[in-house]
């Protein structure tokens, strides 16, 4: 009985992990949007569908190897190379029988999107235990570097104390660059030799002015418009953290930054907090974040993925369509 047990163990081993699946995955691709901003970080979501009818190990065993890779082309159709010593490793995923997984890739990490220009992508997994590739659709994107519209040099507070330190110097710009159908400000914290931060602010509204101030602790302050009557405060401090974040609307008076002369305090004063989804519309209405993304690997999907899908992966940003995926 013992024996007639290992045997079959022995051959369930082998049709796990030996014997190629016949069956096929289902590869997508999808971004929260099809344009980005110069240095600004940049998520891909590939979606797989395991409809082999076996489960899918990706480990360290010769037999279970896999990757998740893309394939990036440039404007003139050359590949964009990856960065060195930087590999996505899909070690450890797993996915059942019929179980849709999404992977978020944090495709600026691993490949080199510096450069201005449109860059044509798509996915592609392998594995030891499948007869072949199995990729997705290419999806089109564009990264600018925008046109800088303000921006200020500061000096970073003593370390110390005494004053005696060397000087820091950080800069904040504000850049404007073309969406789908409207221009976005965007907020660049950096130095010399690095950049900090890269952050979309909103819509460029016809008519309307932001107000920009800075500190007396070298934090920039923000009053941009989101309407007629409506501003959304930003604060950030000079390594791109966000500090303030709020909405206001314009009552008996109307919201402005505020700074003393004496002392460089900046503070917002006039209007009333404005109500999320009647003053303003909702930033992550109908979008789809991380934490989401996460709740729903954690069930099985009846349903095939779509590769034209949009994934929002930061705070305020609208999904919009890409141009190919009309």
């Not at 360290?60 to 990757?67: A, D, V, W």
């Not at 990036?72 to 190379?81: A, C, F, K, S, T």
């Not at 490793?89 to 944090?106: D, F, M, R, T, W």
């Not at 000079?238 to 305090?265: C, F, I, Q």
Request: charged share 25%.
């Amino acid at each position: 009985m013992s024996n007639k047990f290992s045997k079959i163990s022995a051959l369930w081993l082998l049709l796990l992990c030996g014997v190629p699946l016949l069956g096929q995955l289902t590869v997508g691709l999808s971004f929260n949007r099809s344009r980005y901003m110069r240095y600004e970080h940049i998520y891909a979501c590939v979606t797989v569908r395991n409809d082999s009818g076996r489960p899918l190990l990706f480990g360290q065993r010769p037999e279970l190897q896999g990757f998740i890779l893309f394939d990036i082309r440039d404007h003139r159709n050359h590949l964009v190379p990856r960065r060195e010593n930087q590999e996505f490793s899909a070690q450890g995923l797993y996915i059942a029988p019929g179980e849709v997984k999404n992977i978020v890739v944090p495709l600026h990490k691993y490949y080199k999107l510096d450069k201005d220009g449109s860059y044509r992508i798509h996915a592609y997994v392998s594995h030891n235990r499948i007869p072949r590739e199995y990729r997705s659709k290419d999806i089109l994107i564009k990264v600018s570097s925008g046109s800088a519209i303000w921006e200020k040099t500061v000096g970073l507070p003593s370390r110390t104390g005494d004053n005696m330190d060397e000087l820091i110097e950080r800069k904040y710009s504000i850049s404007k660059v073309e969406g789908e159908r409207v221009k976005y400000y965007y907020l660049t914290v950096e130095d010399n030799g690095k950049i900090y931060a890269v952050t979309r602010l909103g819509m460029v509204l016809a008519h309307m002015r932001y107000d920009a101030q800075v500190d007396m602790l070298s934090r920039i302050h923000l009053l941009m418009p989101v309407g007629p009557r409506v501003y959304h405060y930003l604060a950030f401090n000079a390594d791109g953290m966000n500090l303030e974040n709020s909405y206001w609307k314009t009552s008996d008076t109307e919201p402005v930054l505020y700074r003393d002369p004496k002392t460089g305090h900046v503070i917002r004063i006039g209007g009333v907090p404005a109500k999320k989804g009647v003053d303003y519309a909702d930033p992550k209405s109908g979008t789809l974040t991380v934490s989401d993304l996460l709740e729903e690997n954690n069930r099985k999907a009846p349903a095939a993925p779509e590769a034209s899908g949009v994934v929002d992966l930061g705070a305020g940003v609208l999904p919009v369509k890409s141009a190919d995926e009309d």
